[in-house]
């Protein structure tokens, strides 16, 4: 017990530096001014590699070891074990040189990422994110992999994942998905007129608050603020954060984006306090945190008893623009199935499509079969393929998401992972309460 005890405050010092890391993070997304960049990499590299030199030191990991030897362990203590061991295996393999350049190239990567993204200008992009590729190639062979660089990426974000399994999913949801596709294109087109037309930005805010407080993300434990790409953080169960984007003649975007972050950010505050500073305090499966999150975007935010109880709500927080509109009119806008270019605008039914493409290009830049400076066509080439749509410029094509500009490979496929898993949670949750799906 004693050593348990002892590895705890070990661990607690890795856990508050990553943290920390974590809140200058969420201030480069959300406040920091242009200039900050440098101060912030380096800032961000010396905590990353503080932290990291924490956990590989002799002293944790005879802390570790002397733990795992004790008998008197509960459930939960040795489940902590397990994650421990498994990430202090992990990370002990990687140089504190190759984690400090990784913070830096994320930072610096992030910000030429929003400036060409701004001005559709891949070329600017392509250097930084060289260095990211390379580095996260050296990551995934300081880790170990049997031959397959992706592997060891992936298991940073789901443990025991393996590519191949990765691939069959993805074949398994094509097969169903292409045809389902083209059958819904030839029904007549869903109108989605009511999204789309100008409405005020600070009551599609509120709309978006009023729905995440009906869910029960704790506003005491949580705030919202807005980012060019929406996402969630969190300090702890106490302090989860989210942000959303909101177009001015788009509804969805800000909207089921909001949703969407509360769902991860609702997940965290369900983390036990008392494990904060430890692995327990962590989520181990990136699909499982994704899962939550589509689940409260689509499974609720898209479902006919949602609009019922809900268009009321969007009409005080929107007066006088959507007075003549019906519940059947908002369930039928939010679920428009139409091939687009941006994954995160994306139906339910061509959105794996999205994620299946950038799976396929992330093997291909980590083994080197595809050349950098072919990704901006493979893209456009693969979204013809799968959707039959082409990207005009490479801010609709390759810049669109943020991922990569800060070094993150392997992260894609857990949002069809989180799909398929919300789509289970949901299906049980029918049979166990009784067609939650019908109550209006
Ligand atoms: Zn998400």
């Given at each position: 017990m004693a050593a348990f005890d002892r590895l705890v405050a070990l661990w607690s010092d890795v856990a508050d530096l990553e943290r920390a890391a974590a809140v200058l993070e969420w201030d480069q997304l959300?406040?920091?001014?242009?200039?900050g960049v440098a101060a912030r990499g380096e800032q961000l590299g010396t905590l990353r590699r503080l932290a990291h030199e924490r956990l590989t030191c002799a002293e944790l990991a005879q802390a570790l070891a002397a733990a795992e030897a004790?008998?008197?362990?509960?459930e939960l203590q040795r489940a902590y074990l397990r994650v421990a061991r498994r990430v202090h295996d992990r990370e002990a393999k990687v140089p504190a040189r190759l984690v400090e350049e990784m913070a830096k190239a994320s930072t610096d990567g992030y910000v030429a990422w929003v400036q060409a993204r701004e001005q559709a200008d891949f070329a600017s992009f392509a250097p930084v994110l060289r260095r990211l590729i390379h580095l996260s190639g050296s990551y995934a062979d300081a880790v170990g992999h049997?031959?397959?660089r992706y592997d060891a990426l992936l298991g940073v974000h789901e443990?025991?994942?393996?590519t191949d399994r990765i691939r069959q999913m993805f074949a398994e949801l094509r097969t169903a998905l292409v045809p389902l596709i083209a059958q819904i294109a030839e029904r007549p087109p869903l109108s989605a007129a009511l999204f789309h037309q100008p409405l005020d930005e600070a009551g599609q805010w509120r709309a978006g608050e009023r729905a995440i407080t009906a869910f029960g993300y704790d506003w005491r434990r949580g705030r919202q603020d807005r980012s060019v790409h929406p996402f969630s953080t969190s300090f702890g169960p106490g302090d989860c954060r989210i942000t959303t984007r909101l177009q001015r003649d788009d509804f969805g975007v800000g909207f089921f984006a909001t949703l969407h972050e509360a769902g991860h950010a609702m997940y965290e505050q369900g983390l036990p306090e008392a494990w904060r500073?430890?692995?327990?305090?962590?989520?181990?499966?990136t699909g499982v945190h994704e899962s939550q999150s589509r689940l409260w975007e689509n499974?609720?935010?898209?479902s006919r008893p949602f609009w019922e109880h809900f268009l009321p709500i969007v009409r005080e927080c929107l007066p006088g623009d959507w007075?003549?509109?019906s519940p059947e009119a908002a369930y039928r806008a939010a679920n428009v199935v139409r091939p687009g270019l941006i994954r995160v605008e994306a139906d339910e039914v061509t959105y794996n499509l999205h994620v299946a493409l950038r799976f396929e290009l992330e093997l291909g830049l980590l083994s080197g079969d595809l050349p950098l400076d072919h990704l901006p066509a493979a893209w456009n080439d693969g979204m013809a393929v799968a959707l039959g749509v082409r990207p005009g410029t490479d801010r609709d094509g390759?810049?669109?998401?943020v991922h990569w500009s800060g070094?993150?490979?392997?992260?894609?496929p857990s949002y069809t992972l989180g799909n398929v898993l919300a789509a289970q949670w949901m299906s049980q949750a029918d049979q166990a309460l009784g067609s939650v799906q019908r109550i209006g």
């Open positions: 959300v406040h920091m001014p242009a200039g004790s008998s008197d362990l509960d049997a031959g397959q443990p025991g994942l393996r500073r430890g692995p327990l305090g962590q989520a181990s499966s499974a609720v935010g898209r007075q003549g509109a390759c810049l669109q998401d070094g993150s490979f392997g992260y894609f």
